[in-house]
Nanobody, 114 residues
Framework: QVQLVESGGGLVQPGGSLRLSCAASGFTFTIYTMSWYRQAPGKERELVASSGAGSTTYASSVKGRFTISRDNGKNTVYLQMNSLEPEDTAVYYC?????????WGQGTQVTVSS
């Protein structure tokens, strides 16, 4: 079955960096678009970045600060987050859509605070 396991979250000061990882299994990783979403308290879940079919997309709020990448040999997608701001505080989720089904990881908390 499909499994997505995120790691790498934590507490970081404003201006700091974190790298999130999402280890995927149970499907052919190379042919699917992988995405990172986040959900802040009291807000809807929002798309942060996607990688697939040779292209990447970013939310305007993170463009230039976050980078999504993938290691197809390790079935892992990463989110490098630089210049973090308190507004980036959220639970970050890994996501893949296969046909009509959408799969989510359990999420990893990122807190940006001094």
């Amino acid at each position: 079955q499909v499994q997505l396991v995120e790691s790498g979250g934590g507490l970081v000061q404003p201006g700091g960096s974190l790298r999130l990882s999402c280890a995927a299994s149970g499907f052919t990783f190379t042919i699917y678009t992988m995405s990172w979403y986040r959900q802040a308290p009291g807000k809807e879940r929002e798309l942060v970045a996607s990688s697939g079919a040779g292209s990447t997309t970013y939310a305007s709020s993170v463009k230039g600060r976050f980078t999504i990448s993938r290691d197809n040999g390790k079935n892992t997608v990463y989110l490098q987050m630089n210049s973090l701001e308190p507004e980036d505080t959220a639970v970050y989720y890994c996501n893949v859509k296969r046909g009509i089904r959408t799969y989510w990881g359990q999420g990893t908390q990122v807190t940006v605070s001094s």
